[in-house]
């Protein structure tokens, strides 16, 4: 279990446009879940979960996500990274289909 859990509020209400999974996975690997070298110690206990997705309605201080670690610091770094990667519409926005395309069938 980590020792430090952010829940990560929106800014406003509307709707989840978009999530940008690169600066997501960057804030994660931050906040522990990841090495930056081959020497680092991963944080078993560090990771990410959603609360919302591309086109899910979230109201101003409603949880987008949670963050998990057991360094502190490293939590508050991810915490800001993660923030500037939801990006929320006053326009209703569109759930992406779940499966685009099957190949090979």
Same mark, same amino acid.
């Not at 978009?18 to 690997?29: H, K, L, Y």
């Given at each position: ?12 209400? +509307?709707?989840? !446009?978009?999530? /940008?999974? !690169?600066?997501? +996975? ?10 930056? #070298?081959? /020497?680092? $110690?991963? &944080? ?10 591309? +086109?899910?309605?979230? $109201?101003?201080?409603? @949880?987008?996500? #949670?963050?998990?670690? /057991? &360094? @502190? &610091? ?26 685009? &395309?099957?190949? +090979?069938?």
């Amino acid at each position: 279990k980590a020792k430090y859990v952010a829940k990560i509020a929106a800014h406003k209400s +509307g709707w989840v !446009e978009s999530i /940008n999974a !690169e600066q997501i +996975g960057m804030a994660v690997r931050a906040a522990g879940a990841g090495r930056f #070298t081959k /020497n680092d $110690e991963i &944080d078993l206990a560090a990771g990410v979960m959603f609360e919302k997705k591309v +086109g899910d309605y979230v $109201e101003e201080g409603g @949880r987008l996500c #949670t963050l998990c670690g /057991n &360094d @502190r &610091d490293k939590v508050i770094k991810a915490v800001a990274m993660i923030k500037q990667a939801f990006s929320i519409s006053d326009a209703e926005v569109t759930k992406p289909a779940l499966v685009q &395309d099957v190949i +090979g069938l």
